[in-house]
């Protein structure tokens, strides 16, 4: 089994496209297959004891799921069946999408949400990335002036991605104990 799990929700694909640049950089024995949340189980993300989690932010500042008006069920009806599992001992690395231009209020709130989330149930949340080089009004994924994890907006920098993308890894490799 691989060393670290890779899930994320989606709803356009944007962040599967970004989990799937994460997973081409290590093999099998290192990280598992990007796995969307609507495919998973509590007990599959479970049984990892370092974990890589993303999602896009979508409309005024939520998760994806049903409510958001998307197709497919995602991190919005998985957290419930996370309610229970037990983060201690687990380090979590954050990656968010969202749109700074369009949604300056809310950027990246979901990123911030799911933090909150695992944070709560005692994961060691890894990854921490700045502020500087976004333009944006608010983010409830901001704490102590830095975003909780890898902030990314395809929309309006995505040639910024493969750098910031490296540069992340680069920052929770020792963490995660990565052969970068």
């Not at 999408?97 to 950027?107: A, T, W």
């Not at 750098?163 to 990565?178: H, T, V, Y």
């Amino acid at each position: 089994m691989a060393r670290i799990g890779l899930f994320f929700g989606t709803n356009t694909g944007k962040t599967r496209k970004v989990a799937k640049m994460i997973k081409k950089r290590f093999d099998d024995d290192t990280m598992a297959d990007a796995l969307n949340v609507n495919r998973a189980t509590a007990e599959e993300l479970a049984q990892y004891q370092y974990l890589i989690i993303g999602t896009p932010t979508l409309g005024d500042g939520e998760l994806p799921g049903l409510s958001a008006d998307c197709e497919n069920e995602s991190w919005e009806e998985f957290l419930p069946q996370l309610q229970d599992v037990d983060f201690t001992g687990k380090t979590v690395a954050l990656f968010g999408l969202g749109d700074q231009v369009g949604y300056p209020d809310e950027f990246l709130d979901g990123m911030g949400i799911l933090h909150a989330f695992v944070a709560e149930r005692g994961a060691k949340v890894v990854g921490a990335w700045p502020t500087e080089g976004y333009e944006f009004k608010h983010s409830e994924a901001v704490v102590d002036g830095k975003f909780v994890g890898l902030a990314l907006d395809l929309d309006n920098q995505s040639g910024l991605t493969e750098e910031r993308l490296s540069n992340w890894l680069q920052l929770i490799a020792a963490d995660f104990d990565l052969p970068l």
